[in-house]
């Protein structure tokens, strides 16, 4: 696995919009708060020139977007990449990325949501950690949360360990003026679906839910040659259900068996489900254990600080990461080898 260099004080980070940008006049006053905001921080920041345009939910043309990315990795001048924000459509973008550019430029780049479109594919084929978790505009609130601190630490190098958070936001906040802080209400519980306790070691891979089963079985998906390379490890599975349904879930991981993603699965971790809908009235445990998930001889986890309901932590794709759980209480920490 290729680590890129972490960045220090006075890089450059390149902010692209591979999916959607932004026109409310709210959120982007959050955004430029987010690049003040990085500014303080002793960090130089290049925005997309298409961050405040969006027209059905896309930032650009998915050549220009694709050109954007490739040219951010290109360019010495730019340390390391962040996604501008998530979206619907960023996959439309992949038949037009050159990643034998990224092999040759590789940066960290990270997102969070759709931009997994984009970070699955560089860990699963081009063997780079890619980071997921936060996206740029997440820094425009009028206080940033603990996840985002995890996140600038983890992107200088300072391989913390994060553990899970109080409090959830069921709900987000009315926006009014764009930098409203999270809405947090409900108590965090990180459960599991047999064990009481749960200590998992492996590689990590994952993202959001909804974009993985687009990605499944496509030329961009490489899951099966990293499967195959670090099958020593052991694979833990991470999953951000951001849309899709109970039914939708169980299909889902039923068609991510049939694709063998789940071969050298050691454990599998899910994060709150961003919407809570069920023809046949499941319940997310009942949903899991009703899955594939339930015949699998592997720790799963769910309810966890991956989520759209957030706060979200930061994972490195591709590295090596020890999950522990107990009493509710969950922590994650990275090893890069």
């Known amino acids: 696995m290729k680590y890129p260099n972490f960045i220090q004080k006075g890089d450059t980070i390149?902010?692209?919009a591979p999916s959607s940008g932004i026109d409310k006049k709210?959120?982007?006053q959050k955004f430029l708060n987010a690049k003040k905001r990085l500014e303080n921080y002793d960090y130089n920041i290049v925005l997309s020139e298409n961050i405040f345009k969006n027209k059905k939910g896309r930032s650009a043309l998915a050549k220009k977007r694709a050109e954007e990315i490739i040219e951010m990795f290109k360019n010495d001048e730019i340390n390391m990449l962040l996604c501008a924000a998530g979206g619907d459509f960023l996959i439309e973008i992949l038949p037009f990325i050159d990643f034998e550019e990224i092999k040759k430029h590789p940066k960290w780049i990270a997102g969070f949501s759709d931009p997994t479109g984009i970070l699955y594919p560089i860990t699963?084929?081009?063997d780079i950690a890619t980071i997921y978790g936060q996206n740029f505009g997440a820094f425009g609130m009028n206080d940033i949360h603990q996840s985002q601190e995890y996140f600038l630490e983890i992107i200088k190098g300072n391989l913390i360990k994060e553990k899970s958070f109080d409090l959830y936001e069921n709900?987000?906040?009315?926006?009014i003026t764009g930098l409203e802080n999270y809405n947090l209400t409900e108590k965090v519980y990180w459960r599991t679906l047999v064990e009481k306790e749960v200590s998992i070691n492996g590689?990590?891979?994952?993202g959001c839910f909804d974009i993985l089963s687009e990605l499944a079985g496509t030329k961009y998906d490489g899951i099966k040659e990293f499967n195959e390379k670090y099958k020593s490890d052991g694979i833990i599975w991470y999953f951000d259900n951001c849309e899709m349904s109970k039914e939708q879930t169980i299909r889902t991981l039923w068609k991510f068996a049939e694709l063998d993603y789940f071969r050298y699965t050691k454990?599998?971790?899910f994060g709150r489900f961003g919407v809570e809908t069920s023809y046949y009235d499941y319940n997310i445990k009942e949903c899991l254990m009703d899955s594939i998930l339930g015949k699998l001889d592997i720790p799963v986890i769910y309810d966890a600080d991956i989520s759209h309901k957030a706060p979200c932590l930061t994972i490195i794709n591709g590295a090596m990461a020890k999950i522990e759980v107990r009493d509710g209480v969950g922590s994650i920490l990275f090893n890069l080898k």
């Open 267 to 269: 454990g599998i971790i």
């Open 14 to 16: 390149g902010i692209p």
């Open 171 to 175: 709900e987000e906040p009315l926006v």
């Open 203 to 206: 590689r990590i891979i994952g």
């Open 26 to 28: 709210e959120k982007q």
């Open 124 to 126: 699963t084929k081009c």
